[in-house]
């Protein structure tokens, strides 16, 4: 074969594979171009695009003058992108340490991690585009960071929630987990309106990942959340907070919860519970220590209840302060049946219906009872309670509300008329019982208790919405809530069960009580739970006070009564609050007072 033809042959081969290709390459390019255009058009777009997130600021919230208890402070979240360090920013490595406190070593090692093992395929490695260096940095270093000119080290802006307070009203504010969610208490009762609404924005990145700023685009500003101003006075807060820290150490109690409101309008002034935690580390503390344990937790209350059957009776004319009964007798005949009647601490004979109340008679409270169900029938009594509250929740807004246990008289068995006069065969909350008694204070009325007084945009500290107080029924009319305020004053005189909660110069209304706690099953004679609610000045009441104390334990021994254990925390709290607002006192010669300990 001639050499001419075999090369002719091989030029034309090469030729028609040389065409092919170029044939094929332009197939392929017009399939892309052309046919596909769409899909990898928007395939680059989104390589390129990125849609991020301008993060809302949660509003603040204060109390009742103004003072900031809970806030969002922005940090900076420094790192770094290993692939695009330069040399230049190597040299500037020291200053960098220096300014952030992140030894030299530390900082290049991170640089030095390139790739990281996969998280879903353990054989491969992916690229390390983003390192932190510091977790949390202040802004103004940040600045300073900037000013190096690092090609590779930039931050990313993060908002923390911040309590400067620590564990003050650690109850009423609840705080914000890890992952941004409130938990309880206002933080979560209030969340929509402090939370905001976050913008975001449109922007393009470069191959490297970084953002090509004059390619930003359809940018939505955030709207920041609102503030919330409380009810909470910060000054009172911290007398309760004070004052449990005593109880605790005298009395080594497993549970404890104060409140102070304002009769007239429902607000709380203050709010505390122990065991309590610090806001600023709710992870150290356990699940038990951040359960508001004055709406959560029941108990019976005792003869604090003894409010009802009495003033129920005088409200219905059923009895006078005046009207006699024999408090010494240990059964008594009731529609036909003999029932027994409970004891009583201290052996009574023959007292008035206000001796009554100033001594706690057991008896007594149950006899005058027993004579309203004769008369009325024992679905009005009951309905006297559910008016106080008991029985239904008190609509706080406090997240774990319960509405406590009290059944109809359907359901009662034959201890429960003479047991539920005298606070047992029943459980309610400690903002139960002091609602209650605030409705004596406040010339029979119940109010509802209320913690947020105003919510209001960021940048603007008038308008908003505001919170009036909310009157939820007349439980008396306005002349048997004053009589029973003024039984209620000898309590706390000579002769009654909390001469310990008097104040110097002022007329304190309220009442004790002592209850045994249940435990496996049965009335405990060691376990008490002791508790105090009164109001002061008792003619013009501006305070309300309810002190529970659970399982106390006197260090004198014997039993955590209500007026040992709870009456001098009313006492102590009242009289600083006393000096606090520079109140005048509306007994000038303290006659009717007593100073005891």
Known sequence: MKRSFLFSTRIFVLAVCVLSGFIGLQARLFYLQVKESDYYNDF??????????????????????????????????????????????????????????VPENTILSIINRKERQSATDPERKTEIRWAKIVEKLDEDIY??????????????????????????AAHVLGYLNKEGTPTFGIERQLDKYLRGIDGWYDTENDRKNREIAHFRKREVEPMDGWNVELSIDTVI?????????????????????????EPKTGFILGLANYPTFDLNNYSTAPLEAQRNRAVTDVFEPGSTFKIVAVSSAIQEKVVRPIDQFDCGVNTVLYRGKTLSLPRDSHHEGV???????????????????????????????YEYVTRYGFGSK????FSGEVSGILYPPKLWDGLTITRLPMGHAIAA???????????????????????????????????????????????????????????????????????????????????????QKIINGRYSSTDHVASFTGFFPAQNPQYQ???????????????????????????????????????IPDIPDSRATSNLN
């Open 143 to 168: 600045i300073k960071v900037q000013k190096l000119g690092l090609k590779s080290v930039y931050g990313n802006r993060i908002y923390e929630r911040v309590y400067p307070h620590g564990q003050l």
């Open 351 to 381: 007292l008035t219906v206000a001796q009554i109340i100033q001594k706690s008679s057991n008896k007594g409270s149950v006899l005058v009872a027993l004579r309203f169900c004769e008369r009325l029938g024992e679905e009005k009594f």
């Open 429 to 515: 909350t400690a903002m139960q019982v002091n609602y209650a008694m605030g409705s004596i204070a406040n010339n029979g009325k119940l109010m509802r208790p209320q913690v947020v007084r105003r919510i209001y945009q960021q940048n603007s500290d008038s308008g908003g919405i505001s919170f009036p107080p909310v009157e939820r029924r007349q439980v008396l009319e306005p002349w048997a809530a004053k009589e029973m305020a003024t039984m209620l004053t000898a309590v706390t005189k000579p002769g009654g069960t909390a001469m310990r909660a008097s104040v110097q110069g002022f007329e304190v209304a309220g009442k004790t009580g002592t209850t």
């Open 44 to 101: 680059a777009q989104r390589n390129r695009n990125r849609e991020k997130v301008k993060q809302a600021k949660r509003g603040n919230i204060f109390d009742a003058s103004g003072n900031l208890l809970a806030t969002t402070r922005s940090f900076i979240e420094l790192g770094v992108d290993p692939r695009s360090v330069t040399e230049n920013d190597i040299k500037k490595i020291p200053e960098l340490s220096k300014i952030i406190g």
């Open 545 to 583: 006070i309810t002190i529970i104390i659970d399982g106390g334990k006197p260090k004198s021994g014997g039993i955590a009564y209500g007026g040992i254990v709870s009456a001098p925390s009313f006492r102590k709290i009242a009289e600083q609050i006393v000096k606090y607002k520079g109140m």
């Open 394 to 397: 008190t609509d706080s807004g």
């Open 237 to 261: 807060q911290s007398i309760i907070e004070e004052e449990i820290k005593r109880v605790v150490t005298e009395f080594s109690p497993q549970n404890v919860s104060i409140i102070v409101s």
